[in-house]
């Protein structure tokens, strides 16, 4: 997992050019404006969902993993907390469904607030619980999804 500001960018465009090409187009591209939504950037290997949307409880929510992309995410607008967690050792709490290439999973996780200008990456060996708050408050947030 990495968590940084987008304006560091560049520190991470040697992890190959699906994700220097995700960071450009976070970076690039009015995110403010754009419909939400999946947007295509490479077809099926690298596209973005633009979503707005409230924060809900961390206890409303699950771990979630992928086996086919990882996700770098980028909060837009708003604060939300996230939960992350190591795959290693975790139980499955409902099985892969491979249309939108989910698993979750139970357990414990550590938060961090993860606020407008943030970007974060979870590769496939990564849990995360996003969208999550202390009160219900509006974000805008995309996700690109990069094939492994």
């Not at 220097?20 to 596209?47: S, V």
């Not at 409230?54 to 993993?65: F, N, P, Q, V, W």
């Not at 979870?122 to 708050?133: K, N, V």
């Amino acid at each position: 997992m990495i968590i940084d500001r987008i304006e560091h960018y560049s520190f991470y465009t040697g992890l190959g050019d699906r994700i220097r090409t995700a960071l450009e187009y976070i970076r690039t591209t009015d995110l403010e404006r754009a419909d939400t939504g999946r947007h295509d950037l490479d077809g099926d290997h690298l596209f973005a969902i633009i979503s707005d949307y409230k924060t809900t409880s961390r206890e409303a929510g699950k771990l979630e993993g992928h086996r086919k992309y990882i996700d770098v995410q980028y909060m837009v607008r708003g604060t939300e907390w996230v939960g992350y967690a190591p795959l290693s050792g975790r139980i499955v709490a409902a099985r892969y469904n491979s249309e939108n290439d989910c698993v979750l999973f139970e357990g414990e996780a550590t938060f961090f607030r993860f606020e407008a200008g943030m970007f974060a990456v979870f590769f496939p060996h990564d849990l995360h619980l996003p969208g999550t708050g202390e009160i219900s408050t509006p974000v805008r947030k995309i996700v690109v999804k990069v094939e492994v």
